[in-house]
């Protein structure tokens, strides 16, 4: 019993922690790297790159106003925080021939600042 709820309280505090790593401001001024392609926000719509609302929980290749690449759309990817760091990293080891002309990012930080300003987006 007691057992159980350390356990909870461990997990409560990952979770919390995970969320408290990234920093919204920071990762704002981190998404001028997307930004050349990307958009977020109400009006956001597809461009060089699929909007970005609600991409935490999103599947890959969702949105409407966007023609993704086959690789994209078959990647059966739901996007999580897991997954978009792992693709922020290095996206054609993620979504082999994708068509994001992006060389990743190595920072684990700016991706932590990265993922607190996209989930601000629902
Ligand atoms: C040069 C343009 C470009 C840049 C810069 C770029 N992207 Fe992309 N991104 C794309 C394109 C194009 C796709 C669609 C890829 C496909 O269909 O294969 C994409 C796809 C994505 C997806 C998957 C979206 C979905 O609907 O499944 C995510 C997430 C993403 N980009 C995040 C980012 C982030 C965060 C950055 C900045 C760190 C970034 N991208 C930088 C062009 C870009």
């Not at 019993?1 to 408290?20: E, N, P, R, V």
């Not at 919204?24 to 790297?33: Q, R, T």
Request: charged letters at 20%.
């Amino acid at each position: 019993m007691q057992k159980k709820l350390l356990l909870a309280l461990a997990l409560s505090c990952a979770g919390y922690q995970a969320h408290a790593a990234g920093d919204v401001i920071a990762g704002k001024a981190a998404f001028a790297k997307c930004a050349s392609c990307h958009q977020v926000g109400r009006s956001a719509r597809g461009v060089f790159g699929p909007q970005l609302n609600g991409i935490v929980g999103r599947p890959a290749g969702a949105t409407k106003d966007f023609k993704y690449s086959a690789a994209m759309m078959n990647s059966r990817i739901v996007w999580s925080e897991a997954s978009l760091r792992a693709f922020l990293k290095s996206p054609n080891d993620v979504v082999p021939e994708n068509k994001m002309r992006f060389f990743g990012i190595g920072n684990d930080r700016q991706i932590d600042d990265l993922l607190a300003y996209l989930s601000q987006y629902k």
